[in-house]
């Protein structure tokens, strides 16, 4: 009597085990960062000692991060600026505050993962000049410079679409303990039957 109520709750585990998918999070993503007049530097890459410590970016494996909830994944910072970029499950935040009054240049960001199929505006408080595009699976955001004042900050929010996702972990645990159940009551029913 007690083995198929163990073959009815190994079956019930695992079809209530399929994994759930996180979004962006744990998805791979290559960042660049280029200014107007400098060539092709990527300064998303920690090798030219713009990123600040505590930022994904800030590893020997920069400008390719893992993204992550807990941290976010791009800065640059001089004296005159810091360029945030933090991706969450679903959407990509860009962040500007400007320390100096001066003319700065303009900029290019671009983001490529996988995981990506879709991008569009949220909300942009970026003046003048701001833009965004995606292609294949490549995010592209610039802003155009601008002559400015000490403490002005920008911040804009763009929803991006993931691939079929990450699998979460709890999810992928519960699938894996279901898994090791069924097999043991398989294994049972084995020995019962010989």
Known sequence: MKLPRILAFTAASLFASVPAFAGLIGATVTGTLNFAGFGSTNYFSYTNAFVPAGYLNSSPNSPTVVISGAA????????????????????????SDYFSTTTYNSWAMTFTSVAFTSLSLDASSYSPGHGFSFSGNTITITWDGASLQQGQAFRAVYN???????????????LLAGSLVGAIGAVRRLKLAS
């Open 72 to 95: 976010q994944e791009f800065a640059f910072q001089s004296s005159a600026s810091l360029n945030v970029a933090d991706f969450t499950d679903t959407q990509l935040i860009i962040s």
């Open 160 to 174: 991006v679409g993931s691939a079929s996702g990450v699998p979460d972990g709890g999810s992928t645990l519960l």
